[in-house]
C-alpha cells in the first residue's frame, strides 16, 4: 500500500470516527479546567483512605503510636484536598447539561467542600464498622490466623472499604463518584457492590470472586455470603415507550443472621428471611420464611448437610 492510500485511508477512519451522529451518547464536551473525576486521582484516595482507617497495615510502614496523630493529619489534609477536587468534576458533570459555568460556579466549589468535610467526619463511624466486618471474617473462617491477616489479605475488607465510604458518598448526593470508587474494588477484588445497597455491620464475603450485589439490596447485620453469589433483579418492568423502569425496587432483602453460599443466586425484590440458609447453586425468585433452608435436594450430600447445619469448613 502506498504511502497516499494509506494517509486517506486514515483521514477516512478519522472522519468516521468524528461523525457527531456516531459520537451521540459516548462523548462529554469537557470544560476548561474541569475534566470528568479522575481514576488515577481515585486510586490515590482510597489508598490515602485505606492509610487513614488502618494504619500501619496500609501506607507508611512508620508509623507508631506517639506520631499517629501527625500521619493522620497528614493524610487528612491530603485526603481534603483531593477529595474536594474530585467531588467538583463530580458536581460539574452532574451540571452538564444545565446552564452552568463551573469555572466560575461560587455554589459549585462551596458545595462540594462541604460534601468533603461531611463526609469526613463520617470516617469514624466508617472504621467502627469495618471493624464489625472484620470480626465477622475472622469468625467465619477457620483458616484465618488473627485480625490483622484479615485487614491486609482479604479482599472482602478492601471491598468493604471501598463501598462504605462509596455509599456515605452516595447518600450525600454525590455524582458519579461513589460508582467509580466501588468499581474499582470491583476490578481489584471481584466483588461488585453497587454503592447504593444497604448492608448492616458484621458483613463477610469469604473468598469473594463473582459476588454481585446490586443497587436496592437490604442486607441486614450477621450475613454471610460465599463466592459467586448474585444478588440480582428479575427482568425489568418497561415504561410505554418500551424502556426499563428506573429507580424501583428491585432486588432481594436479606434479614439478620442469613448465610447464602457459593454461585447462588437470589433475584428480584423478595424477603429472605431471618436466620435463613440458602445452599450452593440454589435458584431463588420467592420469599423464605425466617429460618428455613434452600438447597439443590438431589445434590444434597453429607459435606452440604455440614454446610448448612454451620458445621462445615
Known amino acids: ?9 486514515l483521514t477516512k477512519t478519522v472522519e468516521k470516527l468524528s461523525e457527531k451522529d456516531s459520537l451521540r451518547g459516548l462523548f462529554y464536551q469537557h470544560r476548561d479546567g474541569y475534566p470528568l473525576p479522575s481514576g488515577i486521582i481515585l486510586e490515590e484516595i482510597i489508598d490515602l483512605l485505606r492509610a487513614i482507617l488502618f494504619p500501619g497495615y496500609y501506607g507508611k510502614s512508620t508509623v507508631h503510636l506517639e506520631t499517629i496523630s501527625y500521619h493522620i493529619g497528614v493524610d487528612i489534609e491530603r485526603l481534603q484536598r483531593r477529595l474536594d477536587e474530585q467531588i467538583l468534576a463530580g458536581l460539574c458533570f452532574a451540571s452538564a447539561d444545565k446552564d452552568c459555568d463551573c469555572q466560575q460556579s461560587t455554589e459549585l466549589k462551596r458545595r462540594s467542600k462541604e460534601l468533603t468535610i461531611e463526609v469526613l467526619e463520617k470516617l ?9 466486618d472484620i470480626v465477622a471474617a475472622y469468625n467465619g473462617d477457620p483458616a484465618a490466623v488473627g ?5 491486609a489479605c482479604y479482599p472482602v475488607i478492601k471491598a468493604l472499604t471501598n463501598y462504605r465510604f462509596a455509599h456515605e ?7 458519579l463518584l ?13 466483588i461488585d457492590i453497587h454503592p447504593a445497597a444497604t448492608i448492616g455491620h458484621h458483613f463477610t464475603i469469604d473468598h469473594g470472586t463473582g459476588v454481585v450485589i446490586g443497587a436496592t439490596c437490604i442486607i441486614g447485620n450477621n ?9 440480582g433483579a428479575k427482568s425489568f418492568p418497561l415504561d410505554e415507550q418500551g424502556n426499563p423502569i428506573k429507580g424501583i425496587p428491585r432486588h432481594p432483602i436479606l434479614e439478620d443472621n442469613v448465610i447464602v453460599y457459593a454461585n447462588a443466586t437470589i433475584l428480584g425484590r423478595i424477603t429472605i428471611g431471618e436466620g435463613c440458609v440458602v445452599g450452593a447453586n440454589a435458584w ?17 450430600n453429607s459435606l452440604e448437610e455440614e454446610y448448612l447445619n454451620g458445621t462445615g469448613i
Open 1 to 9: 500500500m502506498s504511502d497516499n492510500r494509506h494517509t486517506q485511508g
Open 124 to 132: 469514624p463511624e466508617i472504621r467502627n464498622t469495618l471493624a464489625t
Open 147 to 151: 485480625y490483622g491477616e484479615v485487614i
Open 169 to 175: 458518598l452516595y447518600l450525600l448526593g454525590v455524582p
Open 178 to 190: 461513589p460508582r467509580m470508587i466501588t468499581e474499582l474494588a470491583h476490578s481489584e477484588t471481584g
Open 223 to 231: 450475613v454471610k455470603l460465599y463466592q459467586g453469589v448474585t444478588l
Open 284 to 300: 431463588v425468585t420467592k420469599d423464605m420464611k425466617p429460618n428455613t433452608k434452600k438447597f439443590k435436594k438431589e445434590q444434597t
